[in-house]
């Protein structure tokens, strides 16, 4: 397994060029089971996860004509499906799998996916999945840890989802796209990534109106046709990048980076302080003196994103006061805590809070990825500890950020990867 070591003590300075977005690029390429004609993308990142959701798809019988590791570009043709089940061994390592159902369903009137299960971050039930199917017509079974599903034709149903489900609103957009007359999805998710597939299901004919809002309605069609699409870029990853150059006081500009898809993180990072400034090529961020401290609760888009908690995290550590932060979103969504702990913050837990009181610096150690967003986390930290930090297990880490080392060291970081096999 690979690690990650870290010097800190640099500034981050310079240009950096970041990934295709991850979370908009699982359910876009998800998306091209709707149709038997080729889709294509570009901008698509080189990440675990996107391998991982290549091998779903390419077992369900899916043609894949170039890989990502080409240069990002993709081409996928869904002709030839022969298989319509997701097997436990693909679904149990990354949730996004579960995505396939709505359009296994939509286009071939049955699927039989395995329940993903709980990760490190929480149980992540698909209770709101189901019921929304079900709304639309479909007889929903579950044994053996799988879900068995069938529906002769969905039909159109008004759906309200008790929660605003990013999954659950992409898995339902995409079942209603090919269902009998209009499907209504009230207090769906707003997040970005659900208006980029959005855009995507409609430039493959679909009739989708209102995503972004809390009220997305589809009209169903009788079929839909291939497309071609540039992933945006990771508002996660930007959002990462903008706190390593706050924290180690430095000076970054993120190329093509969209200010607009991440209001409610920008208003807390420059609460504590930091600069950031909207440039024609994207978003420049540099920090300015000693970190201030600031709450931060994580909520549906377009509140803070928990997605950027566990970073925001390492700049409350090292920050004058005390901050709380607030994990509305996920129940166990602190396992970078007890890391940061030992690399000398002061964390305190209690259910969902974590009170962190700023320290004067963090001292290097060897430290554990436990999830994907904890894992950066800890490389961030290591930018500013003192010494050396190395971060075990980052096949985490790989699942949502490209050779974030590479990026990383591009911009001044004393950083490197190391086997840590044999
Ligand atoms: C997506 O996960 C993202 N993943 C997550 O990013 C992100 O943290 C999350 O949305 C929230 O923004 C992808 O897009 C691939 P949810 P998803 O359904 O769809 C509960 C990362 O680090 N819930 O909005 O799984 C659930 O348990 C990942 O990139 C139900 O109760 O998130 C959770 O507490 C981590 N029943 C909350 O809703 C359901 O049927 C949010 O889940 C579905 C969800």
Known sequence: MDSIIIEGGTVLEGTVVLGGSKNAALPVIISSLLTADECSYGRVPALRDVSTTLRLLSRLGVTIEKDVLAGGRLELTADKVREIEAPYDLVKTMRASFLVLGPLLARFGEARVSTPGGCAIGSRPVDLHLHGLERLGARIRQDHGYIDARAGELKGADILLDFPSVGATENL???????????????????????ELAGVLTKMGARVNGAGGEVIRIEGVRELHGMSHEMSSDRIETGTFMVGAALTRGNVLIEDARAEDLEAFIVKLRETGARVEAEPGGLRVAGNGRVRG???????????????????????????????????????????VQELNRMGARISL????????????????????????????LVLAGLVAKGVTEVSRVYHLDRGYENVEGKLARLGADIRRVNRDG
């Open 173 to 195: 957009m995409m079942a209603a796209t090919l269902a009998l007359g209009e499907t209504v999805i009230r207090n769906a998710a707003r997040e970005p990534e659900i208006t």
């Open 350 to 377: 209690d259910g969902n809070r974590a009170t962190v009181r700023g320290v004067a610096g963090l001292s290097g150690a060897p430290v554990m990825a436990t999830d994907l967003r904890a894992s950066v986390s």
């Open 294 to 336: 600031t709450d931060v609760a994580t909520l549906p888009y377009p509140g803070f994103p928990t997605d950027l908690q566990a970073q925001m995290m390492v700049l409350s550590a090292v920050s004058e006061g005390t901050s709380v932060i607030t994990e509305n979103i996920f129940e166990n969504r602190f396992m970078h």
